[in-house]
């Protein structure tokens, strides 16, 4: 059994700026319409946060983004200012379809596996977030995935462990670790720059806390580099 650190008793400094729930709302700028709920704004009062995502909030493509191991998306506030720079506007939370805008969650920091308390919720890390277009349609920055990809700075999901009322106020924590597990930072190096990594795509397929769909793609990846 891999080792589990209970951290309640340790300093956090996580927090929550922002909670941001959205519709999907046609893209701009497309030659063809094109939904998407990447356009999220903030909300004030509490919501109910189920095994499948936040109350007021949806999806336009179910295949690639929600369900309940991608219920949660989250993204660390210490990025917005590079990205301030490298696209020169002003960023408001919500600004990259995270439902949640988070201080203390960086990539190097959260591992696959990791358990958050978030209001009368419980939470666990499940994947990395894959930037797709729309992060760059949404901004008419098309360059702006492969930025995310490249950096590492992609945020995660979150599945609901125990579904809660949650609010932009609410306690925020990681209550559970392993520190042997992967963080979201090196997976991410894994899937974008490691293709041909065996070993590291093995080590990666035995966190139990992966999601399916990320275990679905490495499995691929790696029957093709074993067979080859």
């Given at each position: ?17 922002a909670?941001?729930v ?15 709920g ?21 999806q ?6 929600g ?6 998306c ?17 960023l408001?939370w919500?600004?990259?379809g ?17 358990i ?40 995660f ?16 924590r ?16 894994i ?38």
């Open positions: 059994m891999t080792p589990i650190s209970d951290l309640t008793t340790e300093k956090d400094n996580t927090s929550v700026l909670i941001n959205g519709q999907p709302r046609p893209l701009p700028g497309q030659k063809h319409e094109v939904l998407s990447i356009m999220k704004h903030p909300v004030s009062a509490p919501v109910f946060l189920s095994f499948t995502g936040m109350t007021g909030d949806a336009a493509d179910l295949v690639h983004h369900g309940p191991d991608k219920a949660v989250v993204y660390d506030y210490s990025h917005y200012a590079a990205l301030e720079q490298l696209m020169n506007r002003k408001d919500g600004a990259f995270e439902n949640l805008t988070v201080t203390g969650c960086a990539e190097e920091e959260v591992r696959i596996g990791d958050f308390e978030l209001g009368d919720a419980q939470v666990q890390v499940s994947q990395p977030r894959q930037p797709c277009f729309k992060l760059g349609a949404r901004y008419d920055y098309k360059e702006l995935p492969v930025y995310f990809q490249e950096s590492g700075h992609t945020g999901y979150f599945r609901v462990l125990q579904e809660g009322q949650v609010a932009p106020a609410s306690r925020f990681k209550i559970h670790t392993d520190q042997t597990s992967m963080t979201i930072l090196d997976a991410n190096r899937m974008h720059q490691g293709k041909q990594n065996v070993e590291g795509i093995q080590t990666l397929l035995a966190i139990p806390a992966l999601s399916e769909s990320w275990r679905q793609t490495l499995l691929k990846r790696l029957n093709k580099l074993v067979s080859d």
